[in-house]
């Protein structure tokens, strides 16, 4: 067995415990090292009654100190001490597998460089797209494609509220009160409906598809506030669902690179008119494959921490070896251009 420690027991750290338990009959065949054990989760509160009341300490340096702790998960979320936690463990030559893109937008290219500095990992799949494989497959099986868009909705929240607004005729305000009594929607909930959230996950799934660092306060950014349910019957006059996308397009011969998080109008030939609720689905263009879909759950306890505990197994294989996570060096940045051509795959702007 190795072991592992979990930073921050809420939801996400939460089930990384629970898909530990779960998969420990199948894991060892696919890791080849006996499959993980939790041996500590740091957080700030006690957990009284819980199964692993045992496993929880107050002080980093516990987890630091010990030799035995091979890969850390951090799912704490928000810059510090996140980064710094992240930042002494990788310098101890642990492996960080993390769901935090507010972290990974900020500092990822910095802490990959750490990571690669001590032979150690920083991965990072949970942190777009929830549950999806979907960095994986851009970076192992897509690496030899030239890909020239990458449109998501990446966000469930604002999808389950456009979903109730058009099947169910609610206003906005009300669409979203009832994503927050059924916890989809935080109850302060500007990062999902305003668009950051979306656009902090485009900004490094534009990094990983150019090769270029692009940071979030790059990517112009719109939320759903102002959508009506006037505007969606409009769109459904029209063949059209309305999205809220990240947009992500590439030209080949000149390598500039535009993005956008806007509400956008998505034809019924568009596989992403079909996603609803608070599902995620991304397509991907690549130059030989060409349409790629994905879709699942972009969020959620155990979608979300199945795809941590993936990296986990990720960095167990590869124990003293740098996974590469195909991010840029930090100073290999680029400044994104309007789009000029139209948006890919029939889409228009609401
Ligand atoms: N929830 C999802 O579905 C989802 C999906 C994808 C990505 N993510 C990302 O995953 C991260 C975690 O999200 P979450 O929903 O699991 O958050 P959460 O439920 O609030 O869990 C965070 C946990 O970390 C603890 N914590 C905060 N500061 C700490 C500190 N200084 N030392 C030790 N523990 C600390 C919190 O304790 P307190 O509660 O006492 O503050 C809480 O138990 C975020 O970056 C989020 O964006 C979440």
């Not at 990974?104 to 949970?126: I, M, N, R, W």
Request: hydrophobic share 40%; proline share 6%.
């Amino acid at each position: 067995m190795a072991d592992i420690a979990i930073l921050g027991f809420g939801t996400v750290g939460g089930g990384v415990t629970e898909v530990i338990e779960r998969a420990q009959g199948c894991v060892p065949g696919s890791s080849g090292c006996g499959g993980p054990r939790v041996k500590y989760i740091l957080d700030i509160r006690d957990f009284p009654g819980s199964p692993w009341a045992d496993r929880i300490v107050r002080d980093i340096n516990v987890i630091l100190e010990d030799p035995d702790v091979k890969v850390v998960c951090e799912t704490m979320g928000g810059k510090e001490p996140a980064f710094s936690f992240t930042k002494a463990a990788l310098e101890r030559g642990k492996s960080v597998c993390t769901s935090n893109k507010e972290l990974v937008d900020a500092f990822g290219p910095e802490l990959t460089q750490v990571a690669k500095a001590h032979g150690c990992s920083y991965l990072f799949e949970a942190s777009v797209g929830g549950g999806i494989p979907l960095l994986r497959t851009l970076r192992d099986s897509c690496r030899h494609e030239d890909i020239t868009s990458v449109v998501g909705i990446l966000n469930g929240t604002c999808n389950y509220i456009l979903t109730k607004m058009d099947r169910e005729g609610m206003d906005f305000a009300d669409a979203l009160r009832q994503a927050q009594e059924n916890g989809f929607a935080e109850r302060n909930p500007d990062a999902d409906v305003k668009g950051p959230d979306t656009a902090r996950k485009l900004a490094i799934l534009a990094s990983l598809i150019s090769g270029r660092r692009v940071r979030y306060e790059q990517v112009p950014c719109q939320g759903i506030t102002e959508v009506s349910v006037a505007d969606l019957k409009a769109a459904k006059a029209r063949g059209r669902a309305i999205k809220l996308l990240g947009i992500c397009q590439r030209d080949p011969r000149t390598g500039d690179l535009s993005v956008m998080t806007a509400p956008c109008l998505v034809p019924a030939d568009n596989p992403l008119y079909g996603v609803n609720d608070v599902f995620n689905g991304v397509l991907v263009h690549g130059g030989c494959v060409d349409d790629l879909m994905f879709y699942g759950r972009g969020a959620g306890r155990m979608p979300t921490a199945s795809a941590v505990v993936a990296d986990v197994l990720e960095c167990l294989k590869n124990a003293g070896h740098t996974v590469e996570n195909g991010l840029p060096e930090p100073d290999n940045t680029i400044t994104p251009v309007p789009f000029t051509s139209g948006l890919p795959g029939g889409i228009e702007l609401l």
